[in-house]
């Protein structure tokens, strides 16, 4: 059974980075047919998407975020981990790390296994 | 970019019927998920590519997707499927890298 985790502060300054990492459990992250994810929750509100990326380091972001997102992978450790720049107060949210199943040829892709999520607050 | 519109409420009585819907331009095409979502929890893959079951997802919950909406029918509605139900896309075209897309959520009431 693949299990998820993440890791990281709850508290971060606003302007600072937010730093999260998710540990994978039960499978390999090197595994081919999965894109490792980051989506978050606002207080409340609904889910956004913010990136993934592939085992080979391949990464793909949201539009809206692109610009402050980093994803990386250390397939050595079986994790993956997401930096998100420059914070402020509307970047407080419930953060979750997810498994991607994607088939590709078929553009399909869902999110089969999914971390219990971690709240992290943006405040001074 | 690719928008998909879910009703924010619907409300059913024990054992009857409920369908969330989940409208986007020609979903049809596209292979349409849901998850459900229950309050301090993460979310649950109930139906991929628009009508599969995940094991160990109830035969009460099924899907379907033509033109432009997409449905989720869960039958014989029980107290415990009161959620938050989000419908999910990946949008790829050839004008952008794909994408991961969400509905804004339905939130589901058991009367």
């Known amino acids: 059974q693949v299990q998820l985790q993440e890791s990281g502060p709850g508290l971060v300054k606003p302007s600072q980075t937010l730093s999260l990492t998710c540990t994978v459990s039960?499978?390999?992250?090197?595994?081919?047919?999965?894109?490792w994810s980051w989506i978050r929750q606002h207080p409340g509100k609904g889910l956004e998407w913010i990136g993934y990326?592939?085992?080979?380091?391949?990464?793909y972001y949201n539009p809206s975020l692109k610009s402050r997102v980093t994803i990386s992978v250390d397939t050595s450790k079986n994790q993956f981990s997401l930096k998100l720049s420059s914070v402020t107060a509307a970047d407080t949210a419930v953060y979750y790390c997810?498994?991607?199943?994607?088939?590709?040829?078929?553009?399909?892709?869902?999110?089969?296994?999914w971390g219990q999520g971690t709240l992290v607050t943006v405040s001074s | 970019s690719y928008v998909l519109t879910q009703p924010p409420s619907v409300s059913v009585a024990p054992g009857k019927t409920a369908r969330i819907t989940c409208g986007g331009n020609?979903?049809?095409?596209?292979?349409v998920h849901w998850y459900q979502q229950k309050p301090g929890q993460a979310p649950v893959l109930v139906v991929y590519d628009d009508s599969d079951r995940p094991s160990g997802i109830p035969e009460r919950f099924s899907g379907s997707n033509s033109g432009n909406t997409a449905t989720l029918t869960i039958s014989r509605v029980e107290a415990g499927d009161e959620a938050d139900y989000y419908c999910q896309v990946w949008d790829s075209s050839s004008d952008h890298p794909a994408y991961v897309v969400f509905g804004g959520g339905t939130k589901l009431t058991v009367l």
């Open positions: 990326i592939y085992y080979s380091g391949s990464t």
């Open positions: 997810a498994r991607g199943h994607v088939v590709v040829v078929a553009a399909i892709l869902y999110f089969d296994y």
């Open positions: 039960g499978g390999s992250i090197s595994s081919g047919g999965y894109y």
């Open positions: 020609n979903i049809g095409s596209k292979s």
